[in-house]
Structure formats: C-alpha cells, structure tokens
C-alpha cells in the first residue's frame, strides 16, 4: 500500500477520433469508470450577455444611419433682422451583420443500444451549451480587445475602437473626444480621473455633453483591490486622515467582477447596459434549432443526427452614452 | 485563459466527406502493431490494419486508409474499428507552430508524432507534403477561446496521392 504519491499530471484522454459517437467511444469511456461514470460538465456562469441588448432581426444584414440634433445656440436677433435658420446634420452610421453557426453530433445505433450509462444522453443540452459558450466568448473576445491593442473585434460607428483616444464626432466643428482612461493602477486617483473624464464628455456636436458613471466592470483579479478600495473610510497608504473619496462615491454593488474578462482592463458603464443608450447588441436572426433524426445526416438510418443552427452577430454603433475604460496596471 | 500547447490535442475526424462514413469489424489488427485511437493506419496486403509511420510524408511508400477508431493491444488479432479516410475527409489538428493565420489557407504540409503524446501535428512544409489546410481556427471559431494569438487549430485534408498508392506489402 503507497501512503506517498507523487503528483504526476496524466496525459488527456483524446477526443473520440471519429466524428460520430461510435460504440468503440462508449467503450472507452467504460474502460475509465466501472458501474458508474461520470460526466464531468459543471454549470459555468454566463455573465457576457448582462451586457448586451438584443435584437430580432429578419435580414442578415443592415445599415443603422443616425442623425444629430439641432447644434449650436440661439444667435442675437433682432426683430427686424432676417431670420437666420438651422439645420439637423447626419450622424455617424454602421453595418451589422449575422453569421450563420452550425454544429452536429452524430450517435451510432449500437452505442445507444448498450449505453447503460448515459454516454451517448444529454447531446442536444451539450450542442446548446456550446451556442451559449460561443455567445459568452464573442463577447468576451469584445471586451478583451476593446482597447485594439491587438485590433479589435469591432470598431464604433465612428470608425475607432470600443475604446480609444481622438475620436472623431459627425459634426466637423467638434473637436475630437476620447472614452480611453490612462493606463494606471485601480485607485482613488484612477478612479476620480474617470469620473471627471466622464463628467467632462462632449456631444457630436462638441457641446459639452456630461455623464456619470453608473457601473464599473473589473476583471477578477481586482475584485480585492476594489473591496479594499471602496470600504476603506480614509485614503489607503496615506498617515493622514483624509477621508477616501472612492468610497463615498462608488459603491462595491455596482462593481461587476466579469470573469471572463483577461486583458488587465477596466470599464465604465456610463447607463444601464440593458438600456437603449448602449448600441452593442447581439442581432438575431435566428435562435439556436436543434433538429433531431435518424439518418439526418450521414444518411444512414442508423446514425442518429442532431444538428444546431443559429444565427446572431454581435454589433456596436456608437459608444458615447454608454461605456468608457482602458488598461489597468495590474495589482494581482 | 492558458495556451493550448504544442502536440495537446489528436486529430480528429471533423467533416467525414462523401462516401462511407465508418468501417469497422472487417480489419484485423496485426499481432505485434499495437496502436491508439486517432492513429493512422494503412491496408496491409495481408488483409490487416497497420501503423504507418510517425513521419507521414509523400515519401511513405504506403497509401494512408484508415484512423483508428479504438485502441488494439497487438496481442491477438482481433477486428478493430476504423473509419476509412477519403480525399474529402477534413480532419482537425493542430500544427506545429503556436500561431495560424488565414494566410495558411491552402497550404501544404507533412504529418508528425509527437513521440510522448502520440499524437499527429501537421508541419507546415512545401517538401513532401501529404496534406493541405482547408481551413484555419481564426476563420471557424474566431472568437479566441484561448489566449490571443495562439490559434493554432486547422482543417486539413490528405492530398490524393497519399492514400491512392499501391498497397502495402506484408511485413510479416
């Protein structure tokens, strides 16, 4: 009897090598348990769609044109004068688009036969669970490249990325705004420096347009800095008593700690992401479909098919109203 | 999210092409040619499924036919589950290099395996070449599941002559 193992990291068991569920691969998986084999698919969080909005869409493509409002500010006039008149000019406009997803499982008759163990159960939840997984990646891969610092998923209607510096507005005598924070540490100061960045946004029109930040999306790693940060009553590493400005204006309840998120990277939600101010939406055109059959593919009447269709694309307009943000300095 | 690390994960059959789909219970393994699911296997003249090689290139002087479906001990001949490789058959692996990008669409290489996993990688070469990528990780799942930068999964089919040889010749 060995009372002293020595961890040893065993090498994974490949996938089956075959595309269909083969009784061979129901064998297997019986060689690695006896009466009872487990599978091993722990329910995971599905955070990514808190912030998105959705759509139904019956095309696959489109264009969304905007349009800005009356600029500018009343001019003297006297009575007597002639009338000076405006205009409404155009907006920034974007494509969005929706990829089509399929996937299939295919289960020979015999592996189903003499499956006593739930092998071959449960594909039609794992197919789905994958169109979940997918959504949950797309929109993680948003938010991890968000800053373009290795391009970006996206870009905003005005043509930049999700977050970035000198973004132009519609109206030409704007001057060029910026969602993007410095990259720093998450403290009081980064903090205070986004509040006041927020409050200080123009419009499309270059008028001073200010917002507050609602929420602030951090990524695991920093959700021991923030607590600390945010129920600290005086300045953190500081001798004085000066009261900590973080946590008097934020609140740890409207931190979102986004798991998936795994670039070193903050976000702030300046609405409620479910609200119509924030344009980065999933378009469907088509909820996930599982059909189901004998001989649905393969054509073989002893291979039970199942396949899922989906079709949905994540798009972004514009992100004035919405979300600011930028790299951080790591603390974990 | 951790890379996925060279040699990690076997090919697969992915899309099986046209024609039959599976073959099983019609090959016997060799006594003495002990093979794992997901290794490649040619027709030996005698009438058994056999390994090939762990270079496969278009110098093999066997044609490619079969990867196997279940492991076979090489103790006693028994009937093994293959599935039979067309020209249509797309296979999923990974190659050698940490990165793939669209640009390796259409290119051409050779298959290794990796001697402590025992699994086939394809490497990316125009000399000898047996397979050619179809398809490439940032086109069919672009949404980066692992780190960025490290696709590194492809679509890849054999080139015709490697599975239209003569047969093999019995070795035993």
Known sequence: ?332 | MANRTDYQVQIRVAKPGAGDVLTKDVYKGRVGDDFNAGDLLTLEQGGFAETVATTIDSDLAIPIRFIALEDFDGVTSVNVGVQSITADTKFLGQVSTSTVTVADIGKRGTLAQDVTTGNYHVVITDTNPVVEIVDVEPNFSPEGRYATGNYNLVLFKFLPAALEKAPATSST
Not at chain 1, 172 to 185: F, G, K, R, V
Not at chain 1, 200 to 205: F, K, L, N, R
Not at chain 1, 239 to 263: E, H, P, S
Not at chain 1, 317 to 325: E, K, N, T, W
């Open chain 1, 1 to 332: 009897m060995n009372w002293t193992f020595t961890a040893a990291g065993k090498a994974a068991p490949q996938n089956s090598s075959s595309h269909l569920t083969t009784e061979e691969a129901f064998r297997a998986a019986l060689d690695r348990g006896f009466d009872k084999v487990i599978e091993r698919m722990g329910d995971q969080p599905w955070e990514g769609e808190q912030f998105v909005r959705f759509q139904k869409v019956d095309r696959d493509s489109g264009k969304v044109t905007s349009f800005r409002g009356l600029t500018g500010t009343v001019p003297l006039s006297r009575d007597g004068d002639e009338m000076q008149f405006v205009s409404k000019g155009l907006g920034f406009g974007y494509n969005w688009n929706t990829y089509t997803r399929r996937v299939a499982a295919g289960i020979e008759r015999k592996a189903m036969e003499i499956d006593d163990i739930g092998y071959t159960k449960g594909m039609q939840k794992g197919l789905l669970e994958m169109h979940k997984r997918s959504v949950e990646y797309v929109i993680a891969d948003y938010f991890n490249r968000a800053t373009g610092q290795s391009g970006s998923q996206l870009l905003a209607a005005d043509g930049m990325f999700p977050i970035d510096n000198a973004r132009p507005n519609p109206n030409p005598d704007a001057p060029t705004w910026s969602n993007l924070e410095a990259t720093a540490a998450i403290s009081e100061d980064s903090l205070f420096a986004a509040s006041l960045n927020a409050s200080q946004q123009i419009d499309e029109d270059g008028n001073l347009f200010p917002q507050t930040i609602k929420k602030v999306v951090i990524r695991p790693g920093e959700r021991g800095t923030m607590w600390t940060l945010l129920n600290s009553k005086g300045v953190l590493g500081s001798n004085y008593n000066n009261a900590n400005w973080a946590a008097g204006f934020f609140d740890m309840k409207n931190v979102i700690v986004y798991d998936y998120l795994t670039t070193d990277s903050i976000f702030y939600w300046l609405c409620d992401p479910k609200d119509e101010d924030n344009e980065l939406m999933i378009f469907k055109r088509k909820e996930p479909e599982i059909k189901t059959g004998w001989g649905l593919l393969a054509s073989n009447p002893d291979v039970l098919g199942m396949r899922l269709r989906a079709d949905w694309g994540l798009n972004l307009g514009d992100v004035r109203r919405s979300i600011r943000g930028g790299l951080v300095t790591p603390t974990t």
